[in-house]
């Protein structure tokens, strides 16, 4: 019923820049929370950053300072942008969101599949 389809990952130089976007498509009613989390090989996935349905946002301490998320209500679309990335920010990085579907009332947390971010030193 819902989809989320990550996009913007890549290989990268340690210092460059990347921006992630997660659309959502499918039966949406309304679109709560939305988030990234990353995984690193051989590591639990960890959160990112959060962003609320009305703007209030939350970041891994680590990240705070280089990583912005952002999103965009009219194309139900979450951003990542990231800046002067390191080679530990190397993983797959994911979209998560927290959605009523159709007219229910319901909330559902749905994945994306992931997109990969590579930082070469």
């Known amino acids: 019923q819902v989809q989320l389809v990550e996009s913007g990952g890549g290989l990268v130089q340690a210092g460059g820049s990347l921006r992630l976007s997660c659309a959502a498509s499918?039966?949406?009613?309304?679109?709560?929370?939305l988030g990234w989390y990353r995984q690193a090989p051989g590591k639990q996935r960890e959160l990112v950053a959060t962003?609320?349905?009305?703007?209030?946002?939350n970041y891994a301490d680590s990240l705070k300072g280089r990583f912005t998320i952002s999103r965009d209500n009219a194309r139900n679309t979450v951003y990542l942008q990231m800046n002067n990335l390191k080679p530990e920010d190397t993983a797959v990085y994911y979209c998560?969101?927290?959605?009523?579907?159709?007219?229910?009332?319901?909330?559902?947390?749905?994945w994306g599949r992931g997109t990969q971010v590579t930082v070469s030193s």
């Open positions: 962003i609320s349905s009305g703007g209030r946002t």
């Open positions: 499918g039966r949406i009613f309304s679109i709560n929370a």
């Open positions: 998560n969101a927290n959605i009523i579907v159709g007219f229910g009332t319901t909330q559902t947390t749905y």
